[in-house]
């Protein structure tokens, strides 16, 4: 099996919708790009344009080789403890909060189960893992997963799984997602995409469930240990924080804030400037309201163990595969075909 080496500063490759050149871009470009800084060095069509340079495959990507794509280790996290599940119950990690919000959608009071469909009919995705680890870090902070716990899987594929040929773009809409029956319809196990969200311009798997012959499991981020120097001063900051009165706001805007954020809530935030500091440039984004400032009062040494230890899964991945190789694969059971 084949483990690709982890680099989460990899040079992106870029291709032009306009003119078609291709070319390899790193971090700090892609910023000044998506800033309307920088333009395709062959026609210089920039990012507001229908037809702008977007992420695209490597040509060198071994993953458009089929027998590559089913020899290689895929990854997967999710909040779900027993995946891939076919009888999963999408709605059961959802707060009443959440589940109240999506009842609403539609007007019709049936929102929360339309979304649940939905949930069930997608493929499962599979990518890189360095797209595993940006996937669950975009998840803790634009969905409320912060206080979530999540699973890595490390994945298998079946050896006589089907493959679409060819590496597809990214699906524009519902955040790339591709339907179970499309994958059905059309006789084939494994779609491959374009990722262009998370560890952009590598490959991803959209996969049926018959696609997949075991899995690896393991909770993430890993443990901490409660020694860590920087842990115990950044929980005494925080500590130190909750006991002082929100600051004095200072300019006019904030002065009009109705909510002023607490003393303890920047400190959060000076912690996490702090561990995405020590981030790959392209990542640091993500390191941002990874908190619950409920949570932070309660136990306030759990929120930088938290921070180091999701910061050890970029900066360490050595860590994570000397876990994985302990952990017993689980087969996941071979359904009937259709
Ligand atoms: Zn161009």
Not at 99 to 118: F, M, V
Not at 235 to 264: I, N, V, Y
Not at 278 to 293: A, C, K, Q, S, V
């Amino acid at each position: 099996m084949i483990e690709r080496a982890v680099d989460f500063e990899r040079l992106r490759w870029m291709r032009c919708g306009t003119c078609s050149n291709e070319w390899r871009a790193h971090a700090e470009w892609l910023s000044r790009f998506h800033q309307g800084h920088e333009r395709c060095p062959k026609c210089g069509t920039n990012c507001e344009a229908e037809r702008r340079p977007d992420f695209w495959a490597a040509q060198d990507d071994p993953s458009h080789d089929d027998s590559t794509v089913l020899d290689t280790f895929w990854y997967h996290t999710t909040t779900h403890a027993n995946w891939p599940d076919r009888a999963f119950n999408p709605t059961a990690n959802l707060t009443d909060v959440t589940k109240r919000r999506l009842q609403a959608i539609g007007a019709d009071g049936r929102g929360l189960e339309r979304w649940a469909a939905r949930q069930k009919a997608k493929a499962l995705h599979l990518g890189t893992y360095e797209a595993a680890i940006e996937n669950m870090l975009r998840r803790m902070t634009d969905q409320d997963g912060v206080d979530e716990r999540f699973y890595l899987y490390r994945v298998r594929l079946r050896r006589d799984a089907s493959l679409e040929p060819g590496v597809h773009p990214e699906r524009a809409d519902m955040m790339g997602d591709v339907q179970l029956a499309e994958l059905g319809e059309a006789g084939i196990d494994i779609l491959r995409y374009v990722n262009t969200h998370e560890d952009p311009s590598s490959v991803s798997l959209a996969v049926r469930f018959e696609a997949i012959l075991a899995v690896q499991v393991i909770p993430i981020p890993l443990p901490v240990t409660r020694a860590d120097a920087w842990v115990s001063t950044a929980a005494a900051r925080l500590l130190d924080a909750a006991a002082r009165p929100a600051p004095e706001p200072k300019t006019r805007l904030e002065r009009m804030q109705r909510h002023r954020p607490s003393a303890l809530s920047i400190e959060a935030s000076k912690l996490e400037e702090e561990v995405a500091d020590t981030l790959p440039f392209g990542i640091r984004d993500r390191f941002h309201r990874l908190y619950n400032e409920k949570n932070l009062t309660a136990e306030p040494a759990a929120f930088p163990s938290k921070l180091v230890g999701l910061a050890a899964l970029v900066n360490d991945p050595r860590a994570v595969f000397e876990f994985l190789e302990t952990v017993p694969w689980r087969g996941v059971a071979p359904l009937r075909a259709g």
